[in-house]
T-cell receptor, first 115, second 113 residues
Framework: AQKITQTQPGMFVQEKEAVTLDCTYDTSDQSYGLFWYKQPSSGEMIFLIYQGSYDEQNATEGRYSLNFQKARKSANLVISASQLGDSAMYFCAMRERGTGNQFYFGTGTSLTVIP | KAGVTQTPRYLIKTRGQQVTLSCSPISGHRSVSWYQQTPGQGLQFLFEYFSETQRNKGNFPGRFSGRQFSNSRSEMNVSTLELGDSALYLC????????????FGPGTRLTVL
């Protein structure tokens, strides 16, 4: 089974609107971390936000927030007030203690911000 | 503080050749991970090194190998290249193997003809 599932290959959002990128994960570990990365067309992966499995509050970093629903095993990324520079690939990832902290990545969502 | 650097940035090889890619982590970081990124398979974990020891290995054939030096710099080697090895190879560093954040380099784009 896939460890990380991102069901939206492509998304469009109007500039200044909010957008939610979906991510579900599969693990039997109690201790794990969830991450979101942004990859612009230049290729470099940029860390956006982190959520630990024991964190009770949703993580926020500026315009990024992570909607963590542990029982549903989902970790959706919310980008508020979209900007043209947000157009990129977005990857959800998980690191679980049981596999030696190895990272697992989803297949990504391509976000296009429309002016 | 300088970021993660990878050399070379672009590489063209032919089938059957071998290639060595280099990664210099952020100063002070001791953990280095390698990933292969292709349009079809996405990002796949290759291996992770910490203090010159391989801690984790992904599901890749033995043609893919790596090592880490005492200064934390890491190299990965692919022998007997195949067309399917064409990919973006990304290196990421973190302070230690359990750090929550990885910093990625710009990648090496390998094309196998």
């Amino acid at each position: 089974a896939q460890k990380i599932t991102q069901t939206q290959p492509g998304m469009f959002v109007q500039e200044k609107e909010a957008v939610t990128l979906d991510c579900t994960y599969d693990t039997s570990d109690q201790s794990y971390g969830l991450f979101w990365y942004k990859q612009p067309s230049s290729g470099e992966m940029i860390f956006l936000i982190y959520q630990g499995s024991y964190d009770e509050q949703n993580a926020t970093e500026g315009r990024y927030s992570l909607n963590f629903q542990k029982a549903r095993k989902s970790a959706n990324l919310v980008i508020s007030a979209s900007q043209l520079g947000d157009s990129a690939m977005y990857f959800c990832a998980m690191r679980e203690r049981g596999t030696g902290n190895q990272f697992y990545f989803g297949t990504g969502t391509s976000l296009t911000v429309i002016p | 503080k300088a970021g993660v650097t990878q050399t070379p940035r672009y590489l063209i090889k032919t089938r059957g050749q071998q290639v060595t890619l280099s990664c210099s982590p952020i100063s002070g970081h001791r953990s280095v991970s390698w990933y292969q990124q292709t349009p079809g398979q996405g990002l796949q974990f290759l291996f992770e090194y910490f203090s010159e020891t391989q801690r984790n290995k992904g599901n890749f054939p033995g043609r893919f190998s790596g090592r880490q030096f005492s200064n934390s710099r890491s190299e990965m080697n692919v022998s007997t290249l195949e067309l399917g090895d064409s990919a973006l190879y990304l290196c990421a560093s973190s302070l230690d193997a359990r750090d929550n954040e990885q910093f990625f380099g710009p990648g090496t784009r390998l094309t196998v003809l």
